[in-house]
T-cell receptor, first 116, second 109 residues
């Protein structure tokens, strides 16, 4: 069974802390994504990566960075957490465009981050 | 204007009813369209892709109207288990899907 695993289901951090959210997929997918989901706003794309060591800004990259050192792992970093980054963070992966499942996203179960 | 917009609902319907809702998109160059289902406190999962000619998967029917730039989802013979939030997703460029905020459907006994 395909799987996208996020390291934590719930996290509580303090303002100003550096926060790492980890995501691992076992499907050998090229593309990986980080979204945040807030009530009424839906899923908003923070960053994505279409290959190892490659990254692209999404719609709301401010205050975040990412790292993709290995194909299966995509990390989201909050350099200095702020209260407005309290949200549900969802990682997803997909195979390369052109394939039969090129645009089907597989999501992890999410990390609910609270910044106090 | 948001790239993808949905009526948030909620749509409260009795079991056995038909419910339908739309999703509008702003980019006329959009190429691919999807419906995802998200249960409470769970991750989104792909429900179905939406093809130009319209497509059906059991009790679910998806339609695309390119002229008016919207997609629709119709659920026939609603079941209690259909209660969820339905997210539409639109891909205008490689790699990236834009999601709507979701339409909540509640099916009551």
């Amino acid at each position: 069974d395909v799987k996208v695993t996020q390291s934590s289901r719930y996290l509580v951090k303090r303002t100003g802390e550096k926060v790492f959210l980890e995501c691992v997929q076992d499907m050998d997918h090229e593309n990986m994504f980080w979204y945040r989901q807030d009530p009424g706003l839906g899923l908003r794309l923070i960053y994505f990566s279409y290959d190892v060591k490659m990254k692209e800004k999404g719609d709301i990259p401010e205050g975040y960075s990412v790292s993709r050192e290995k194909k299966e792992r995509f990390s989201l970093i909050l350099e200095s957490a702020s209260t407005n980054q309290t949200s549900m963070y969802l990682c997803a992966s997909s195979s390369r465009p052109g394939g039969p499942t090129n645009e089907k996203l597989f999501f992890g179960s999410g990390t609910q981050l609270s910044v106090l | 204007r948001k790239e993808v917009e949905q009526d948030p609902g909620p749509f409260n319907v009795p079991e056995g009813a038909t419910v339908a809702f739309n999703c509008t998109y702003s980019n006329s160059a959009s190429q691919s369209f999807f419906w995802y289902r998200q249960d409470c406190r769970k991750e989104p999962k792909l429900l179905m892709s939406v093809y130009s000619s319209g497509n059906e998967d059991g009790r679910f029917t998806a339609q695309l109207n390119r002229a008016s730039q919207y997609i629709s989802l119709l659920i026939r013979d609603s079941k209690l288990s259909d209660s969820a939030t339905y997210l539409c997703a639109v891909n205008a460029r490689d790699y990236k899907l834009s999601f709507g905020a979701g339409t909540t459907v509640t099916v009551r006994a």
